[in-house]
């Protein structure tokens, strides 16, 4: 489940003490906001609207406030980048039309908000996130206060060209007090998001398998690069191994080794 999180300084208590030059850092709060679906899939054409429902609701002790806006997803040297709509040439998010176009909840309340997004002619972008900007202050802990905001993430898949470029696994051996991880580097270097998933198989270089762990799946943007580890949790005998590294996405699967030795 994707979810954008921001938690942003209204200010300190009364008469607390403030260092200048420093930065204020996000605080954890025991009240807390759900925004459902986390994320939407949508397969589209250049120039066609759609119309998603998205639904808060409001575990906090207080009556909360949001402001309804877009923002585009690039990706910039592998990583992803929120714009304001209207930044980046070929986006999405200028066209977003929400209905209702801000939302208010009493304690315990859920609401419904519905997103209608246009992909332009000529698109750019394949991400936006539908994004509920909270406008009310919420204690946290009794010591801040903070606003919190939750977004959707909406992925665009616009032709078939899907493609995952996989480099070669790593080790990072197990120890009293972590287990064995192998990474594996992904970029995804087609044009639409894709989503990869997969297993781990560990075997003894005669080939007979010790045992194998799921990949969780990892949603990629066209260009965004990814460390991808799994974490073998059970104890190793020392000896001689291959890691079988195996990622299934809809282009296909793909599967890398390394041998590596258990002291």
Known sequence: MFLVTLLTFVGPPSGAAQGRGRQAQPVATSASLALSPGVVLVKSQPGVSSTHPLTMTNLTQRRVLFALRALDVIVRE???????????EGGIARSAIFDPATLALNPGESGQVKVTLTVPKEPRVRAVVA???????????????????????????????????????????????SSL??????????????????????????????GRVSIEPHRLLP?????????????????????????????????????????
């Open 78 to 88: 592998g990583k992803r980048v929120y714009v304001p709509a209207g930044e980046t």
């Open 181 to 210: 991880t192998v990474s594996e580097p992904l970029e995804n270097s087609g044009s639409e998001p894709v989503v990869t998933h997969g297993t781990l198989a560990i075997l003894r270089v005669s080939g007979e398998l010790v």
């Open 223 to 263: 260009g965004e690069k990814f460390d991808c580890p799994a974490a073998y949790t059970r104890s190793l005998a020392g000896g001689r191994y291959r890691a079988m590294m195996s990622l299934e996405h809809e282009g296909g699967v793909q599967t890398r080794t390394i041998e590596f030795t258990v002291p």
């Open 131 to 177: 994004l509920f900007e909270g406008r009310t202050a919420v204690s946290s802990q009794g010591t801040v206060m903070v606003t919190g905001s939750l977004g959707t993430l909406i992925t665009y898949n616009l032709s078939d060209r899907v493609a995952v470029r996989i480099g070669e696994p790593s080790i990072s051996p197990q120890t009293e007090s």
